[in-house]
């Protein structure tokens, strides 16, 4: 009987082994790619760097007119932009940034919290020196600069925050797709989260950028391409992993909607991964806040729908 055990034992072990072992040789064999020199989508715009608390961040600076700070989604990078940036620079002087550990911005060894990207973007909008801005953020974007607006940055203006990501335990991506769901539901299992990570392959991080969007067509290629490729920059996934395990304190940002003394605008997709619940709470948590929602846009809303965004920024940020 002991000796039926043991072998039980073996053969499980055998089962994890050689998918861990396979992974860390797959991850170690993953080219990461070469800074871009230029945009592909916007070659006339020059890349830009700046340290912000000795991580050097990659952003890019267009038009002329009041400042316009684009915060972008978990996981993805300023690129995400690219529909609406040549439009909204005829009105603005528009900045777009990658966050620590995303893009190509440096990817410190610490922990991916809230804090870390609220004080990142603060300590950006200090090193451009930008004044009275006007904050457009997706998904976390919008969270952050949301506790901006909250904890009464000098520099903020007034926010637009595009589908917020502060719900539900910062579980809304799961409810994406059945293969997010079953991705990031095993983030947080010893070995077998970083396993699967490492496993990764493009049609699969295709199919959850996918669930991002409401028409597939809506996501360009070449931006899928590289976002995949800056997944094999050294750690990134491990600063990913990071991000994704403190997911729930997003939606404790929420306790600080109420300090909000500036103009919001809330802006969702109709098939954003928030419930109309979740969105009517932020819309009354936030004094004077104002709440439009857009047809046939999902969670990547600036991709889904650029024009009514565009459109919407335009209006909401010459209000007075």
Known sequence: MGRKWTMVAIILASLLVVPVGVSYLMEGLRSAPDPPTTLSWAPEIPIRHVNVDGVNLR?????????????????TQLDMYQKVISELSKDFEVYALDYPGHGFSDIPHVEYTPELFINSVAGFLDQVNVEDATLVGESIGGSIALALAARHNPRVRRVIAVNPYDYDQGRG??????????????NDVPILGSTFVRLRQYPVFRKVMEGGVDRKDALPPALLGEMYEVGNRPHHYQAFMSLVSHWAEWEKLREEYAKIEIPVLLVYGDHDWSRPDEREANHNIIPGSQLQTVSGAGHFLSL?????????????????
């Open 59 to 75: 952003y890019i600076k267009v038009g002329q007119g009041p400042p316009l700070v684009l915060l972008h989604t978990l996981r």
């Open 173 to 186: 991506l799961r409810r994406s797709s059945a293969i997010a769901n079953l991705l990031f539901g095993v």
């Open 304 to 320: 889904d729908a650029p024009r009514p965004l565009t459109q919407l920024i335009l209006v909401f940020s010459r209000a007075e």
